[in-house]
């Protein structure tokens, strides 16, 4: 915790381990420090023993392994050597995002849709660096089936490849490449990479279409495959890859850079056993799994006993079919040491590729309770181990091979909501809103040269509104983390299309005390032939708000031909063929705002109308706020006076 030396009280003891920082370089105090004269401004900072993190008796099995390493120095057991490692650990994987984002073919790896991650020799998730939340919740159960199916066949240089819905990957083109790292011929860790393909075979371009029906039609499943067996290449795999995907070359390049993001991982954690040594690897793994176990619980203690639940109804089955309405039911029990999420009561899955397999459905869950624990704990197996989570097979969150899964996404942004509506009945001055978006343009055609070209524009709406705040404009929502938009110059660039507009919709967030972030829109004009899809959330059901808040916008698509303007149908996935000159308008919906929007306070709706967000009649029909037109200011007379028939009414 920061803390001005110029206003502390004298001189003081602080327990530590502490640094101090002033306009030099930080300095590490670890031991107690002589006290100091009243006037010499400073404070005392002592490494009194914290209470201990080790679960049970855990700790003298770690003390010993810790002590029986010469590479070790000081007491037993070192925080401060662990909370190193766990940086070194957290740094690797950095690194080889670094590599796989400087090296990746396609838009997507430049937008952020990859991930890495370090495993130990176990498959135990130890370290993890650019990933959005849910990713590194899935990696973990991709991780354990390649080990299942392994067991001990490895060798130094493997390199294993999985894109399986049903062994922990969540839809075809999500393809994750896994390498042991071996040190003095131990397999000591797992280097992990995973992004999203622009292509992976199959009926649809993108593989992601929520029109297919069977896994079959959704693209290549690779069961858990070596690419490279002890360095030599499995050719014939390849080939058969490469001869059945869109985009062979860009596909290629892709699975190449998670290959030297992996290799760059292999080679810093060989680098780290060096330096520390297999002893005080091995410790650090244990607790910071224990660790997490540790912190969760504690998180978790604060959520009030009790049981909770939340019900949705879902308006797509994967055809656009009018009137439908799936039932999503979760049931959350608090005991103050563990999570139970049980999701009896879920729809049947759906004949459509809108079902959500089992990992998704984990990740999901891990994401939410992600949101209510310290953001340094890491996502391992240890945190897993307080949460229960109970899905029906053959229901929309956990179906059975082969049912379709690809286009999943937009019931991964339902079930998101679901639970955070379900924990905001438990946390209510915590949790906001979740957010709105992961919308996309996927657009394949030739380039008049004749090459191919595909890529895929993913964006997103922004969170609901806080508790305590407004909700966040134009960004990903939490468990998406750091994604990001692909810039209007590097597609224009690249692709045959013209980005021609990109920013807020006003009126369209939800009003409230704190409101809902804006809907956002993005229009296309296509500069040659292709095949277009467009993925679409909040068809009919609008995000609502939340504590007396309102619901944000629905979404929205509009095409432009030479025939003429129409809206279009509103479908989660839609397939267009696109000339010249087309134009696609598109609306990511607006979310839900958080209390009694009379309650906001007006200079804040004011601030909203000067930014273009709210217009002049939305600030009186929504908030009861009057504007004077002429001079931009808050009539306080008639705001007044419109607030208090509107709560008489």
Request: hydrophobic share 40%; aromatic share 8%.
């Amino acid at each position: 915790m920061p803390c001005n030396r110029s206003a502390l009280p004298g001189p003081m003891a602080i327990s530590g381990p502490s640094t101090r920082r002033n306009l030099a370089p930080s300095v590490l105090l670890p031991k107690r420090i002589a006290p100091l004269p009243a006037d010499a401004g400073m404070a005392v900072m002592s490494p009194a023993e914290p209470p201990s993190p080790w679960p049970g008796d855990r700790r003298t099995a770690y003390a010993g392994a810790l002590r029986g390493d010469s590479r070790m120095h000081g007491p037993a057991f070192d925080p401060i050597l662990v909370e190193v490692v766990k940086n070194e650990l957290a740094a690797i994987t950095e690194e080889m995002a670094i590599a796989i984002w400087k090296t990746g073919r396609s838009a997507m790896v430049k937008t952020g849709d990859f991930a890495t991650a370090l495993c130990d020799g176990k498959g135990r998730l130890i370290g993890q660096g650019y990933a959005a939340p849910f990713q590194l919740a899935f990696l973990m159960r991709a991780v354990e089936c390649v080990v299942e199916k392994f067991g001990e066949d490895f060798q130094p240089g493997d390199v294993v490849l999985s894109n399986d819905p049903y062994a922990g990957m969540t839809h075809m083109p999500d393809v994750a490449v896994i390498t042991p790292a071996f040190w003095q011929g131990k397999r000591v860790a797992f280097s992990v990479a995973y992004s999203h393909h622009t292509d992976i075979g199959g009926r649809f371009p993108g593989g992601f279409s929520s029109q297919c029906t069977e896994a079959f039609e959704e693209g290549l499943r690779l069961p858990i495959v070596k690419l490279y067996d002890a360095g030599k290449c499995n050719e014939a795999l390849l080939q058969t890859v490469l001869a059945n995907v869109r985009m062979g070359e860009e596909w290629l390049g892709d699975v190449e850079a998670k290959i030297a993001g992996c290799r760059r991982g292999d080679r810093e954690v060989m680098a780290l056993l060096d330096k520390y040594g297999p002893a005080t690897f091995a410790a650090t793994c244990d607790y910071l799994i224990d660790y997490s176990e540790k912190a969760v619980r504690r998180a978790l203690a604060e959520v009030p006993h009790g049981t909770y639940v939340h019900e949705d109804l879902f308006e797509e089955d994967g055809f656009g079919s009018a009137g439908v309405a799936l039932p999503l039911k979760v049931t959350l029990v608090a005991d103050g040491h563990t999570l139970a999420f049980d999701f009896a009561g879920t729809a049947p899955q759906a004949a459509g590729a809108i079902n959500l397999p089992i990992s998704m459905t984990t990740a999901t869950v891990l994401s939410a309770v992600k949101g209510l624990v310290d953001p340094d704990v890491l996502t391992n197996a240890g945190f897993t181990r307080p949460i229960r989570i109970a899905v029906p097979e053959g229901s929309l969150l956990n179906p059975r091979y082969p049912a379709a899964v690809g286009g999943r996404a937009p019931l991964f942004f339902r079930v998101m909501d679901l639970l955070s509506r379900v924990l905001a009945k438990a946390l209510p001055e915590r949790v906001p809103i979740p957010g709105e978006g992961g919308d996309v343009l996927h657009f394949t055609g030739r380039r008049q040269d004749g090459s191919e070209f595909a890529f895929l524009d993913i964006f997103f709406g922004g969170w609901g509104g806080r508790p305590n705040q407004d909700g966040i404009d134009g960004v990903a929502p939490m468990a998406f983390g750091s994604y990001g938009t692909i810039p209007a110059e590097v597609l224009e660039r690249e692709y045959p299309i013209v980005v021609e507009g990109f920013g807020y919709v006003p009126d369209s967030g939800g009003p409230g005390k704190h409101r809902g972030s804006q809907a956002i829109f993005k229009q296309w004009r296509f500069r040659g032939p292709g095949r277009a899809m467009v993925r679409t959330n909040r068809l009919s059901r609008p995000n609502a708000g939340l504590a007396g808040g309102e619901a944000g916008a629905l979404s929205r698509n509009v095409l432009t031909t030479a025939k003429g303007t129409e809206d279009l149908p509103r479908k989660a996935h839609m397939h267009l063929h696109v000339e010249p000159g087309d134009r696609l308008y598109h609306v990511v919906s607006g979310s839900g705002g958080h209390g009694d929007p009379l309650a906001r306070e007006p200079h804040r709706v004011l601030t909203d109308v000067l930014d273009e967000k709210l217009s002049l009649e939305a600030a009186a029909a929504q908030y009861g706020v009057v504007i004077d037109a002429s001079r931009l200011v808050v009539d306080e007379d008639a705001t007044a006076a419109l607030r208090a028939s509107r709560r008489r009414a």
